[in-house]
């Protein structure tokens, strides 16, 4: 089964941008995509990418996140711009090999994906 390790979280003023990268340990045929959770809150499916190149983007971030996969790095990529401070949060990669990608944000709100990397956390400020 393939790691998942993020990097790029940090802190940026509001309006600015970031861009998060999640390695995998080796190559992944699957749906992966991207949550967020803060404390106190539930978890909120932010983007996906399936093996197709389809995406899936939650509501509060269309027209300002872009997520992205280079299958020949083994990377996932999520480019955030124009951020808010309501998408400050711990920022998780997932990825599983079943499901499509409209059942991955249910599937990954239920904790059921096949695997998770441990977050990187992103601070925005005004």
């Known amino acids: 089964q393939v790691q998942l390790a993020e990097s790029g979280g940090g802190s940026v003023q509001a309006g600015g941008s970031l861009r998060l990268s999640c390695l995998t340990s080796g190559k992944f045929s699957g749906t992966m995509g991207w949550f967020r959770q803060t404390p106190g809150k539930e978890r909120e499916g932010v983007a996906a990418v399936d093996n197709d190149g389809a995406t899936l983007y939650g509501d509060s971030v269309k027209g300002r996140f872009t997520i992205s996969r280079d299958n020949a790095k083994n990377v996932l990529y999520l480019q955030m711009n124009r951020l808010k401070l309501e998408d400050a949060a711990m920022y998780y990669c997932?990825?599983?090999?079943?499901?499509?990608?409209?059942?991955?944000?249910?599937?990954?709100?239920?904790?059921?994906?096949?695997?998770w990397g441990q977050g990187t956390l992103v601070t925005v400020s005004s």
């Open positions: 997932a990825a599983d090999r079943l499901s499509d990608l409209w059942s991955f944000f249910p599937y990954g709100l239920r904790n059921a994906l096949d695997v």
